[in-house]
């Protein structure tokens, strides 16, 4: 069994417990009061509970199935999906396009190509060694300024557009957080950079990661081809 979880399941601890490294070791605490969405806390519990499953089957003697899970990023890359079911991370991509957001806040996230995390599915059903793992899935902390900055300089010329490629100021999005629960959500992001081993991805699975900045660039031509 492979099961496509995600960061939201390892990166859920307490600022002050928070690792300076997180690896596959750590798993979100879903009794955090600082878990802000359904989202977050239901992909924390599934994995988990998956966990717990084959763990029990254990303990009983029973037939243990083999399972992995994978934990990707922010998911960059071209997509199959159009108009409302587009990704979270594709839409955030949109939002810097047309301009949608107060500014470009000064957030990061640990990203990855889509290409990838398909080939990390594929790869743990291949790779003996890789039964009763967990394997993050990331290549790099990708900023919102860097994100306007590679694409306006990609996008620009052939459709004479400007996207913004200017940090926003705090106090700008502080504000609008009391109006606009996206900007509420932003602003706790501020400045957090979170660090991610993803070696045993590459050891195990031998992923060779995309550049990001092509994962980008692919991202805004389907939007773009996508309407």
């Known amino acids: ?44 519990i599934a994995e988990q509970k998956s966990w717990a499953f084959v763990k029990g089957k254990a303990q009983k003697g029973e037939y243990v199935p083999e399972m992995v899970t994978i934990c990707p990023g922010f998911i960059c890359g071209p997509f199959l ?61 990708l900023w919102f300024v860097d994100i306007g900055k590679v694409l306006d300089k ?12 200017e940090e926003s100021a705090y106090c700008m999005l502080k504000f609008a957080s009391y109006f606009n629960s996206q900007a509420k959500a932003i602003v706790e992001m501020w400045g ?7 070696s045993k991805s590459k050891q195990v699975l031998g992923i060779e990661y995309t550049d990001i900045n092509t994962s980008l660039i692919e991202t805004a031509h389907s939007l773009i081809k996508t309407g």
């Open 1 to 44: 069994m492979i099961i496509t979880s995600s960061l939201a399941a390892v990166v859920g601890i307490p600022h002050e417990l928070r690792p300076d490294v997180f690896n596959e070791t750590h798993f979100t605490d879903v009794n955090w009061d600082g878990l802000k969405s359904a989202y977050e806390k239901s992909k924390a």
């Open 81 to 141: 999906s159009q108009g409302s079911s587009a990704s979270t991370s594709v839409s955030a991509i949109a939002q810097v396009m047309n301009n949608s957001l107060p500014g470009i806040p000064h957030i990061s996230f640990p990203s990855v190509d889509v290409r990838d995390v398909a080939l990390a599915h594929l790869r743990a059903l291949e790779k003996p060694e890789a039964a009763g793992q967990r394997f993050i899935l990331v290549n790099s902390n």
């Open 154 to 165: 990609e996008l620009s010329p052939v459709y004479k557009c400007s996207i913004p490629t």
């Open 192 to 198: 957090l950079e979170l660090d991610m081993d993803n």
